[in-house]
């Protein structure tokens, strides 16, 4: 049933005026400053892109763009937002990568895209996709996975401001969106040994948890699952939970908890976002919310004056009512949504930059503008791995 997309062949000429275009658009508008403002991005789909459409995140997303252009993969996936130069560009030393495949109930595209009907095809397209962000960081010669704490302080001292920017490397966290891949509770274990860090247990609703769009609180399996994974240094990721479900969650786990990407409810009226009462449960556990920046997280629609201030209002949301040691971002960038769906001047991940433009000129101070972009994500990653 799955095919890898076809991409238009470029002439090795195409290729290198795009590499340079690409390359100068990267990298000329960021200065490496002495003390690097880097970033903890705790959500991004590598493995939705890389296994479904063959993206090669090696590359410039500007390359990736020129070679879909027109493409069946652009019409469903938008335009690239990641590629290694931009992310380094954008002075990213962590991101959580995820693993994501979707219930069969929920394609609809004309791609064919890892699905599953059962457990065991879910696991096997997770596996899958396991290999191929494996596959990428290997290739990238520039990115480690992290799965201890020494792993992450190992990746962080990469970004200490003696070290040039040439040396610097991104640590890859993996994450699971949709904990159906995880066959049975026993299985947990497994998952752990593959490196899985962290684990949100619905997109749609799953055998363990109701999500916002199909609700129900937590299973027995569910509870089942928690039990086993509480054995773990892992962090559970409440994302996409029904509201009942992540309630249920707060009771049955007692581990680090995060909400790793969308917005509060003030933006988006549904239980995809998140409630006062959630986030202030979130802040009691020391938890912290991931802010993204797709539209329909905005209630605007496409291309219409959604911008950098609209992401800098949620964030600043959750800073009025409990200071700035909460929030961060999840950005979701790439995850079923391309540039069109990002806020205007955001052309790729290197481009957050502006997000935190936006807060400084609130009057946001130094000290501020570092929690948010990485000291808040590696509060939990210190304390959970
Ligand atoms: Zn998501």
Redesign the pocket.
Known sequence: MFERVTFRRLSRRQFLALSAAAALSSFLPVRHSADPLFLVDA?L?LGWNLTNYGRDYTRSAYITRALETKRAVERIAGKAMLGLPELLAAQVAVLFG?I?VMPRRAVSSVLQIAHYATSDEAHAWALRMVADIERFAAQSRRTLFIRSAADLENILTTWHPSVPPEARRIGILLAM?GADPVRTPADFAAWYARGLRCV?LA?LRTRYAGSDTEPSGLTAQGEALLREMSAYRVILDT??LAEQAFWDCLRHWQGAIIY???VPRHFLATQRALSDAQIAALVERNGVIGV?LYSGFYRRRRGIGFTVEDVADAIDYICQRFGSAYVALGS?LD??FGADHAPQGIQTIADLSKVFAALQSRGYTQADLRAIAHGNWLRVLRSAL
């Open positions: 959500h789909d995820v994501f969106e949100g997109w994302a996409h790793s990407h969308g993204g979701d995850g079923g």
